[in-house]
């Protein structure tokens, strides 16, 4: 049994094979399933075979989890997060015997799961949703924190749609050693670590943006005035974005592009440029920059392009 999260009342774990019992008695009543747009199980084996398949876990590293009570180790009901890799978004989900309704565990348990979700798995949001008539869910979703966004239809359901950004999560300026941790493993890896320092790094016009969540940091990039002869406006070079693997396609590239982008429209400055390796183009393209020229080699890097975007 592998316990993901405690709180004051409750512990949440990982399924097990027994549970089957109570996915089956909670999807053949009506009350539960009301809101949720789920069909009943046929039968016991139904259940049980889900819970065999059930495989988010090893998958995503998260899922929904069952709810038990810390005194009687009592199953009552499930909560967890949900990845949905055609959107690629988490959602935060929750169901309960209905003996244990307004009694607030929907509420700790959701709670516990975002908590769980921002500083252990380091999501950048997490989504919620609820059918419009639903009011409990609806409460439930704003004690947490989430924000409304829309109503939408989600698989023939109108539902209300919620969001929450990670609170722990901050960009700041940091000095350029401290960028050498990441730098190391992502972009000079089985290299010495002195290959971190960049030429500039210590200019008085470069800046370093370290991206955390609580104190860790996951994600930096480098800024510096650098002028490419192929461009004449007011111009900073971006150099050494560098995300950690285990954190990668959460969106933090994304994140730092645009603070560094605020940061220099602050300055005045009109455009960015880069040189990007062959696998990252397609990130940056997403972020608005464009391919100037040739493809090129960095000794000891590869092949890169040119790259920029006006700001």
Known sequence: MKIITKTDRLYLREFIEDDAVHFFEMNNDPKILQYTGDIPFENFSQATDFIKNYEEYQNHKMGRWAVCLKKTDKFIGWC????HPEKKIVEIGFRFYKEYWNKGYATESAKAS??????KLYLPEIYAHAHINNSTSHKVINK???KFIKEFDYEGIPANLYKIDNPYLDIKTIPSTATYPVRHTVLREGR???DCRFDHDDDPNTFHLG????SDLLAVVTYLRNKCPEFKEDQFQLRGMAVLKYC???G???LLIHKGEQLLKQKGTKLVWCNVREVAVNFYKKNGFKIIGKP???PKIGLHYLMYKSI
Request: aromatic residues 20%.
């Open 192 to 194: 010495p670590i002195e």
């Open 80 to 83: 967890g997060l949900k990845f």
């Open 248 to 250: 990668q396609k959460r």
């Open 296 to 298: 090129f080699v960095l």
């Open 114 to 119: 975002l908590e769980y979700g921002f500083k």
């Open 144 to 146: 947490c924190g989430l």
């Open 252 to 254: 933090f590239g994304n």
């Open 211 to 214: 991206l955390y969540i609580d």
